[in-house]
């Protein structure tokens, strides 16, 4: 394991209940370090974060392991939040901050390793959540999408406000197939989807909802910020897609249970917080016993000068 590593001036992983993480819950990270370019103490400095609080500072792997090609690893308890998410950010002080791998083993979930260089996002939806009732490619006004696999989602309906954007870029991370379904978004700061027994929907009944989505136009986490609500109930609050997704130009989901009201229907809300809400997709599916899940790649490197990626046109009503 010790043999590849990550490294760069600044990176993150993200990870939640995709990885049978557990909301309110304690866990205990290993982060797995050693030194193979310096020779010297002093020579490769950096800061670690876990969920925004700072657990390194000005870390010198070599000093910490005693000399070069050694291993020294380190580990701390950390506290997940309401949506269980763990994100753990790296940031060079001197030199290029570097990591070998990371254990994460808490009383609730199994525990789980990752070397830094590998990528674990590789379920499809299908294998996931079985025929889907409703499926969606929001912003694509005028076609329906057919993904890899031959699922088909419908052209955008059933929503009220917001305004569409259109993007060229290639999605990375959307191993179920989904990639294209990325390129066509529905934003704005205010918008919902209504779904309705018109689309198979029953009365009093659960199902799974998941929401798609890559931003397309921020390079860092934190620029764009947003919550939404089912039926008046938050499912996702204070979201952010490129910490979700693990970086900019990367697919993520949401996935929650939601029951329809007595007359059958179900209401997503979004509101912004910081910039634009959007969504690329949003499918519905016969009911799953489920926390909510976020399927988050790994990885994310900012991009060299911290530019927005390209995009094409946006328009609509705002």
Do not use: C
């Not at 010790?2 to 557990?22: D, Q």
């Not at 269980?84 to 940031?91: A, I, K, M, P, T």
């Not at 309705?196 to 620029?223: C, F, I, M």
């Amino acid at each position: 394991m010790y043999a590849t590593n990550r490294v760069g001036p600044s990176f993150l992983y993200s990870f939640g209940p995709i990885n049978l993480l557990m909301p309110n819950e304690i866990y205990n990270v290993t982060l797995y370090f050693v030194e193979l370019y310096w020779s010297h103490s002093g020579d490769r400095l950096f800061n670690v974060s876990a969920n925004n609080v700072t657990i390194l500072a000005d870390f010198d792997i070599f000093k910490t392991a005693g000399g070069k090609e050694t291993a020294a690893n380190v580990t701390f308890p950390v506290k997940l939040g309401p949506m269980g998410q763990l994100v753990l950010e790296f940031d060079s002080v001197k030199d290029q901050a570097s990591l070998a791998g990371i254990s994460v083993a808490g009383p609730l979930a199994p525990s789980f390793k990752l070397q830094s260089f590998l990528q674990n996002d590789t379920t499809s939806n299908a294998d996931l959540y079985g025929p889907a009732l409703v499926r969606l490619d929001t912003g694509a006004l005028n076609h329906s999408y057919t993904d890899s696999t031959g699922t088909v989602w419908e052209a955008d309906s059933s929503y009220q406000g917001g305004g569409v954007e259109v993007f060229n870029d290639v999605i990375a991370n959307a191993s179920d197939g989904t990639g294209k379904l990325h390129t066509t978004n529905r934003v704005g700061g205010s918008f919902s989807y209504s779904f309705s027994a018109a689309d198979g929907l029953e009365a009093n009944k659960t199902y799974t909802v998941v929401l798609h989505a890559a931003d397309l136009y921020w390079s860092k986490p934190r620029q764009r910020i947003f919550s939404v609500t089912a039926n008046g109930a938050t499912v996702l609050k204070a979201f952010d897609v490129i910490a979700a997704a693990g970086g900019p130009l990367r697919a993520t989901q949401a996935a929650f249970n939601v029951t329809t009201t007595p007359d059958a229907t179900i209401m997503l809300q979004w509101t912004s917080i910081k910039d634009q809400a959007i969504v690329a997709g949003a499918p519905a599916y016969s009911a799953r016993a489920l926390d909510p899940v976020f399927a988050s790649p790994p990885t994310y490197s900012p991009p060299a000068y911290g530019r927005p990626p390209s995009y094409g046109s946006y328009g609509g009503a705002f």
